[in-house]
């Protein structure tokens, strides 16, 4: 997994096949993007 971030987004990615899996907003403090099911 690598990770991303700077001072307003923290994005996280997948080694394999450059997956995104979570896009968050510090200054909104949300997440836009974000699946904790590895099943999926």
Known sequence: MNKLENNNL???????GAELTRIYSKS????????ANNKY
């Open 10 to 16: 923290i994005i996280e990615i997948k080694n394999n």
């Open 28 to 35: 909104k403090n949300i997440d836009f993007l974000w699946n």
